[in-house]
């Protein structure tokens, strides 16, 4: 497999013009495919869709017959502050704790350089395997104070032309947290944030510690991306406490709660009820297999669970379910490559959903995360909207997420920004077929 990424760093007045994509198979939102045209305008959206569009004067043409054309991935959780710490500070224990531990160490001595050239290949990387909006989350606590979230905050500015980047300020917790110092710095951090997050688990008093979050969202008018119960004790589960916050500040439709690994440790009925609370609420979910399988269960001698929440029935019962990469090569996960097709495949097979099921898993790095992150018509196949596209050699979204593509080619904001063939020995691979 080789890709080629290409300089997407073209400003306007390097823009071709217009650009017609010829009778391309178009994955609408809901997964089905129809053959189109699109029309991409200058300004880098979508200006029509639809059979034989005429080709505008000075536009370029591309033959798309036979393949086809995804909306860009969206990854709606990642860390781009802790992105490929491992080799600096590792994780002896393999465990979630051990995990923050390590980077709170490491968050003491990373300043705005480090963090900007790390977070800076790694969105680059994402882009290239077809990823147009991230949202990532980001410490700001007494170790990382605001250099994370300042330097991230700079990248979404400059990277605003070719991938759109949330940043969740992550109010982390700690022992003996000063509660004072989290008001304090909270309204500042989300005037630099987009949403607000937190892991109320390691709160020492969790009820206090998320309804700050929400008290501090509903003034900034942002929405909530909570880490809620990243473990397997029923024991101590904070859902009642989430949900009633969502209620007292009115955020339904504006909440999203990522991990709840806790949820498959819990019986069935308590697991239901709180399902039809999110529900009731709109409150949308956010798994992540990588990390639920690399942290979770370390304490287990025999058959360690798989750490995810339960994906299958909460996607079935009509939470909207997304998946995301989350941590990318750092002591919460060794691995990652930024490819979201990879982690659609770990969703349906550590979530367990089924065959007939792999649609759903590519729904949820698309348009379920969109709407989450509030992305509106901004994301997807439709006119207005970005012209982020994945173009595949597969033939329908059920292919691409079960063995990838051997070519694939992504346009952000309408330029081609990667293009991508496993096809080593083809005397003329991929950019044959985007000739105009
Ligand atoms: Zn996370």
Redesign the pocket.
């Known amino acids: 497999m080789r890709t080629a990424e290409l300089e997407p760093r073209l400003g306007p007045a390097d823009r071709q013009g217009a650009l017609v994509l010829g009778g391309g198979q178009i994955v609408r939102d809901d997964g089905s495919v129809v053959r189109n045209d699109i029309l991409i305008e200058g300004n880098g959206r979508i200006a029509a869709i639809g059979p034989d569009l005429p080709l505008p004067p000075d536009a370029n043409r591309w033959d798309m017959a036979g393949t086809l054309i995804s909306a860009g991935f969206v990854d709606m ?1 990642q ?1 781009l502050d802790k992105t490929g710490v491992l080799r600096f500070t590792p994780n002896p224990s393999g465990t979630l704790q051990g995990a923050r531990e390590a980077f709170a160490k490491y968050a003491r001595t990373a300043g705005p350089e480090d963090i900007t050239r790390r977070a800076t290949r790694t969105m680059g990387r994402c882009l290239s395997r077809g990823t147009t909006a991230i949202r990532s ?1 980001v410490n700001v606590d007494k170790d990382a104070r605001f250099n994370g979230i300042e330097a991230l905050a700079r990248l979404r500015d400059e990277w605003a032309d070719r991938l759109t980047l949330q940043l969740v300020a992550f109010m982390t917790p700690h022992p003996g947290q000063d509660f004072d110092c989290l008001t304090e710095n909270i309204d500042a951090a989300l005037a630099i944030g987009d949403v607000v997050g937190g892991t109320p688990a390691v709160s020492e008093d969790p009820a206090r510690y998320i309804d700050i979050l929400f008290a501090a969202a509903a003034r900034a008018d942002k929405p909530v991306d909570l ?1 809620l119960d990243e473990h397997l004790d029923p024991a101590r589960v904070h859902f009642d406490a989430a949900l009633d916050c969502v209620e007292r500040y009115g955020m339904q439709g504006r909440t999203v709660f ?1 991990h709840i690994s806790v949820l498959s440790a819990m019986p069935r009925a308590d697991a239901r009820r709180i399902m039809d609370r999110m529900i009731e609420l709109d409150v949308g979910a956010v798994t ?1 297999p990588a ?1 639920n399988l690399y942290l979770q269960a370390r304490d287990h001698e025999t058959l360690p669970p798989r750490g995810l929440t339960r994906v299958a029935e909460l996607m079935r019962e009509g939470v909207a379910v997304a998946t995301a990469s ?2 990318i090569q750092d002591p919460f996960v060794p691995t990652g490559s930024g490819d979201m097709l990879e982690i659609a495949r770990w969703t349906l097979l550590a979530g367990h959903l089924m065959a007939d099921e792999l649609a759903d898993a590519y729904r949820m790095i698309t348009s379920v995360p969109a709407r989450l992150m509030g992305l509106g018509g901004d994301h997807g196949i439709k006119v207005g909207a970005w012209a982020d596209l994945v173009l595949t050699d597969c033939i329908d979204t059920e292919t691409l997420v079960a063995g990838g593509a051997d070519r694939m080619r992504v346009l952000s904001r309408g330029r081609l920004v990667s293009e991508t063939s496993a096809r080593l020995a083809d005397p003329e691979p991929a950019r044959v077929a985007c000739a105009p």
């Open positions: 959780h860390h989350h880490h990522s992540l990390a989350d941590n």
